[in-house]
């Protein structure tokens, strides 16, 4: 036991030392997702990115990834571990490893870092990554607007975080425009991943009268609820029609492939630099799973002419007047809301009914 | 009225459902504690179960053999903490972690190829006139089979503990199994057997998580069931009944507290959302010191490994 751990140690310092005298070796890169793989939503999509980086590269890359590393403190030991392993760029693919992630790379000055969703750039060698999701979730939402019978759309959210919240007033404002009486349950999960509690949540939603499910949580099973109950949803992440053949309207699908494979290319080529992109439906960051067939051929072509619109920038999904929920003023007539202020937010527009827990 | 909208028979059933593979892994690992043993590997039997029975019923495309196969699989990973605490002498704390690490890996392993695929249905309990009565048949009398084979289980063990005297036998190897031994009770076969019982309980939990619950396989899909099923064993102070209870209890916090944020009831749910987990918390500092243990009935040799020679 005693030998193994020296051997361990002994190769994870030899490696860490060959790495840059070995310039021509296989670059290697390191993916920490915070979920397993098989989720079919939020990791599976990273791992997808990893593959078609492998796929576009051959034997010129190496890819490792470690699964359902938890947010905190002990994100710092994995991302140090995989350091120490000799990688040449690092993705952690979710909100809560900023400041593990910072500590690393400020010991790790050659390595470069990459974190999606996340907001803490202290080092010189930490890029930031995230994809514009509100816009797919006006899209849907504006299908959710138009689909819905009971004017009662049931939202499964995660953490009370700007990104989710943000959705949330995206879906619900493209679907307020469309349908006036339109109502929005949510119910917050305190998950990313937990397959029984979404189902639950699902089934009390549908309870009051949902008939449209929309989740920012990553498991498939709230579609799975919504089939058996015989009202709609929407994916997340990726294209989970399969799990819910009747019930799956759309969804929106995560690509990050194009966005690895050019961070790769730049960590090859020498040239990477430390960026802060946000890339949307315009990119090709953020994408949709196939429209079912009930959805009317009218509403689908609506939709398209959205995600056009808002491809080529006449649209965006926050366009004032918008008022926050207490009915203060937040956007006058025509005005775009600031990238800054989405990334902070921490209130509901106006119209929605329940409250942001602390 | 706080409930607004929610109606308390609909809150009833759902709580019912919640709380059965909680309850289900409680009760094994009551049995598994009661001889003297501590399991902390149910998370692990939990998720084998959910697979394995996942898979047999895919196969087969029987639902009922999903059950008994994922019973089969959560007592044969139970076995290996048998052969690794009673024969091997491992500590059971780690041989009880490893098993869950174990079990979340080798899942993922076998369910690879089952991620997006519908199990057969599990139909509900036909109870005749019994569902068609107001209130209390939406709220008890709707259910799966396995909702009630649950209930069974506890009264079952219940029994056994209190009135057989297998039971007897077994609750003395778990107090002192010294004097156990002196009477010349098989200490080691008594606890292989129970362990044996708490792999087939948990695995029935997992199973109904993927068979009914979610219904899916996916990987880490128990998301930490098996341990509050754990702290669920010392919340009931090892005593059957309570666990039922207790699991109604946890099972019906989760459900209440998302029913009231779906009703648009302005509640802290940040706090409903993590009371089980606090509970558990608390329950688990309580287990670990020692003053505690007496007040707690927990089992006199609860952790402490048997050897003849002692």
């Known amino acids: 036991m005693t030998l193994k751990t020296i051997l361990g140690a002994a190769t994870a310092l030899g490696l860490a030392l060959a790495a840059p005298a070995f310039a021509q070796d296989p670059t290697k890169v390191g993916f920490i997702y915070v979920g397993p793989v098989g989720d079919h939503g939020w990791s599976y999509t990273h791992d997808q990115g990893r593959l078609a980086v492998e796929a576009e590269f051959g034997d010129a890359v190496e890819t490792t990834y ?24 690092i993705f952690a693919t979710s909100f809560g490893y900023g400041p593990e992630m910072n500590n690393v790379a400020a010991r790790f000055p050659d390595i470069k870092f990459e974190h999606a969703t996340g907001y803490m750039q202290e080092q010189p ?33 995660s953490f009370p975080i700007p990104e989710v919240i943000m ?22 999960a305190y998950s990313w991943y937990d397959p029984a509690q979404e189902a639950a949540a699902a089934e009390a939603l549908i309870e009051q009268g949902a008939d449209i499910i929309m989740q920012h949580t990553d498991s498939t099973a709230p579609l799975t609820v919504a089939q058996d109950a015989g009202v709609m949803g929407f994916g997340q992440a990726s294209d989970m029609s399969g799990f819910a053949p009747d019930s799956h309207l759309t969804g929106i699908v995560d690509v990050w492939a194009p966005y690895y494979i050019d961070r790769v290319k730049a960590v090859m080529d020498g040239t990477w630099e430390p960026v ?9 960051m953020v994408g949709f799973a196939p429209f079912n067939d009930k959805i009317p051929a009218e509403l689908v072509a609506e939709a398209e002419g959205m995600i056009a619109a808002i491809a080529d920038g006449s649209f965006h999904p926050f366009t004032g007047p918008i008022n926050r929920q207490d009915g203060t003023p937040w956007l006058a007539e025509g005005e775009v809301a600031d990238d800054g ?9 106006e119209g929605i009914t329940s409250e942001i827990p602390n | 009225m706080i409930l607004g909208s929610i109606q308390p028979a609909v809150l009833i059933a759902a709580l019912m459902v919640a709380a059965t593979p909680i309850l289900l892994a409680a009760i094994g690992e009551l049995v598994v504690e009661k001889a003297g043993v501590l ?5 692990g039997m939990m998720i084998l179960g959910a697979v394995a029975g996942f898979i047999v019923a895919v196969q087969t495309g029987n639902a009922t053999l999903g059950f008994i196969g994922a019973a089969v699989a959560g007592g044969l990973l139970a076995l290996l903490f048998a052969l690794l605490t009673q024969v091997l002498m491992a500590n ?22 089952y991620v997006g695929i519908s199990p057969p249905r599990t139909p509900k309990l036909d109870l005749g006139p019994l569902s068609d009565i107001p209130f209390v048949g939406r709220a008890f009398f709707s259910h799966d089979a396995l909702v009630y084979v649950a209930i069974a289980i506890v009264i079952g063990v219940w029994w056994f503990l209190k009135y057989s005297r297998a039971g007897l036998i077994l609750r003395a190897v778990g107090e002192n199994h010294d004097a156990a031994h002196g009477l010349g009770y098989h200490v080691k076969r008594v606890r292989a057997l129970a362990i044996v019982f708490g792999g087939a309980c948990a695995g029935l939990g997992g199973a109904y998580l993927s068979l009914i619950r979610v219904p899916q396989w996916t990987e880490g899909m128990t998301a930490g069931a098996g341990w509050i099923a754990l702290a669920l064993v010392v919340f009931a102070s090892w005593r059957p009944f309570r666990a039922l209870a207790g699991a109604y209890l946890f099972g019906g916090i989760v459900v209440l507290q998302l029913n009231l944020q779906a009703a648009g009831v302005k509640i802290p749910v940040e706090y409903l959302s993590m009371s089980p987990y606090l509970i558990t918390i608390i329950v688990l500092v309580f ?23 002692g």
């Open chain 1, 66 to 89: 470690i699964e359902n590393v938890a947010e905190g403190p002990d994100a710092e030991r994995v991302i140090t571990q995989m350091a120490l392993g000799g990688a040449d760029i």
């Open chain 1, 125 to 157: 060698n930490i890029s930031l990554y995230n994809a514009r999701f509100y816009e797919g979730r006006a899209v849907i939402g504006h299908i959710a607007g138009k689909m819905t019978e009971t004017n009662k759309v049931g939202y499964i959210a």
């Open chain 1, 167 to 188: 959705g949330i007033n995206a879906a619900y404002l493209a679907a307020k425009a469309v349908n006036p009486d339109v109502e929005f349950s949510i119910i917050w």
């Open chain 1, 276 to 284: 802060n992109v946000w890339h949307g439906i315009d990119e090709g």
């Open chain 1, 341 to 349: 202020t989405l990334l902070g937010m921490d209130f509901y527009v």
């Open chain 2, 39 to 43: 399991n902390l590997g149910v998370e």
């Open chain 2, 92 to 113: 059971q704390v780690a041989s009880g972690l490893a098993l869950t690490l174990f079990g979340l890996g080798l899942s993922a392993l076998l369910g690879q190829s």
């Open chain 2, 287 to 309: 287990i670990s010191s020692g003053k505690a243990r007496g007040s707690l009935n927990a089992p006199g040799s609860l952790n402490r490994p048997f050897h003849a020679s």
